[in-house]
């Protein structure tokens, strides 16, 4: 071969590898371009929420202008477990998340079964106290001694009527008959 050949053949060779880094360059600038647009993009369709994760959303729900105080009382019955709240009273908002715990303690030296039922006072509150999680919801097994700390979540639908203030929410505990496996 001669040397013009390879020397045209060197030329299309460098002109070919700026082609292609320039092809490079452009498509990063336009992979880094499309980060912003994507953000306007899926903030004006208001999807992709975890684009601005400091963005937090308010609650509209809440009724800041309303306070309910939610007084706690805790009972067995026929039951050796020692139940209460570790707090006795507390204040929301109607429309706010809370959550409170109660601790319950099986003084007996032998696993019982029992069944949380909440009841409200004033009796019609209770349709307006939404619990999203609560110890109520299931048969609770303690062993011998044991003692637990169960959460309750809940808010106070917005609706609730302006005339009620205060909400009394009581649970007793009711064993489950023929579940406690006592000694011989």
């Known amino acids: 071969m001669n040397q013009t050949l390879l020397d045209e053949r060197g030329r299309e060779n460098r002109r070919m590898l700026v082609k292609l880094f320039v092809v490079a360059l452009a498509m990063f600038g336009f992979g880094f371009a499309l ?44 039951l050796a477990w020692r139940f209460r709240p570790m707090v006795r009273h507390l204040t929301v908002h109607p429309g706010e998340l ?17 069944q949380a039922v909440p009841s409200y006072g004033p009796q019609r509150a209770g349709q307006y106290f939404r619990k999203l999680e609560c110890f109520c919801f299931t048969q609770q097994t303690l062993a011998g001694g044991e003692t637990r700390r169960m959460p309750v979540v809940f808010l106070i639908d917005p609706a609730l009527p302006k005339d009620v203030n205060t909400i009394t929410l009581s649970y007793t505990f009711f064993e489950v008959p023929g579940t406690s496996k006592e000694r011989s």
């Open 98 to 114: 809370a959550q409170i715990e109660y601790e319950i303690a099986n003084v007996r030296d032998v696993p019982v079964t029992a």
């Open 35 to 78: 980060v912003p647009f994507y953000d306007k993009i899926c903030k004006a369709l208001g999807v992709n929420n975890f684009i601005a994760p400091d963005a937090v959303q308010a609650n509209t729900q809440v009724d800041l202008a309303r306070s309910v105080t939610i007084e706690l009382d805790a009972n067995t019955h026929n």
